[in-house]
């Protein structure tokens, strides 16, 4: 029963992905983009409001900080999303996505002093080669003369820009509850979006991009991450983040049946090797812990 909340949670993400593909046909990403955190939100604020008030003294020293993780990790990252959709697929969307852990680990070498396993290294190898593979169509020498897409190359800088996120909130140690820093950074995230949504073409809510608005809002961002919590909580960080590897199945499955993405071995083959360096990195770490503790 616990494992329902990290695979409800990769589920969901993976529906996101396939939002953000079909989003594009019927709202301008920056207008999508700001819809998002403005009704999440919205429907956070009941719960949560309280709290940040009460607890605002504590909250206040750390408003330049929250800010700046708001505008890496929910406008700058999923704008950037959100502009890729037209010229990359849903699965491509999600297999680049999947780099954001290992990514971290490198990150996390200047900003958290940890140190590289050679497994790391060799994960990260891997998974770029699959990566290489996947992006080049199975032809790297192509990729080289031609460059790659311009969706897969934002989707590589909103990883990065992800990762970059997630090193910073360990690295800034906030005596916060996970809610009252999601809450914080999406009022945040609201008002840096609002330029967005002014400059933007199609900004009225119809009936098609509705359902698209309400996913991202609800389920993607307020629903998942607490299910994402509950995960950890109960089945701890390590266990719960191998979940994030079922993520670009999920919506390749997804991507084939609602937007007819076809899977070609080059595919299959290039994604297996990126999931693989993941998963290496990511065993190493749960392996290199382990020690600690019982030492």
């Not at 949504?197 to 961002?221: C, D, N, V, Y």
């Not at 299910?227 to 499955?253: E, Q, R, Y």
Request: glycine share 6%; net charge positive; aromatic share 10%.
């Amino acid at each position: 029963m616990i494992y329902l909340f990290p695979l409800l949670t990769v589920s969901i993400w993976a529906g996101n992905a396939i939002v953000n593909k079909l989003s594009y046909s019927v709202i301008d990403p920056g207008a999508i983009a700001f819809y998002r955190w403005f009704f999440a939100m919205l429907a956070l604020t009941p719960f949560v409001i309280t709290s940040v008030i009460r607890q605002w003294s504590v909250i206040q020293p750390y408003l330049s900080k929250l800010a700046l993780l708001a505008f890496l990790g929910m406008v700058l990252n999923q704008s950037l999303g959100y502009f890729a959709a037209p010229t990359t697929t849903a699965t491509n969307m999600a297999l680049i996505m999947s780099l954001v852990p290992l990514m971290s680990m490198f990150l996390s070498v200047p900003l958290l002093k940890q140190k590289l396993s050679p497994l790391a290294m060799v994960g990260a190898v891997l998974s770029l080669g699959g990566l290489v593979l996947m992006l080049s169509h199975g032809e790297p020498s192509q990729l080289l003369s031609q460059g790659m897409s311009q969706g897969d190359a934002l989707l590589l800088l909103a990883a990065f820009v992800y990762a970059l996120y997630c090193v910073l909130i360990k690295r800034w140690d906030m005596p916060l509850s996970n809610w009252q820093s999601v809450y914080v950074q999406g009022m945040f995230a609201v008002l840096f979006l609002l330029p967005m949504l002014f400059t933007s073409q199609r900004t009225g809510i119809t009936g098609e991009s509705l359902p698209l608005i309400l996913f991202a809002a609800i389920p993607a961002s307020v629903i998942a991450p607490w299910c994402w919590m509950k995960a950890i909580k109960m089945l701890g960080a390590d266990k719960t983040a191998m979940f994030m590897n079922l993520m670009p199945v999920i919506t390749a499955i997804i991507a084939s049946v609602l937007l007819n993405e076809q899977l070609e071995a080059v595919h299959l083959i290039g994604g297996g090797m990126v999931l693989c360096g993941v998963a290496v990195a990511q065993l190493r770490l749960k392996a290199r812990r382990s020690k600690l503790v019982t030492a």
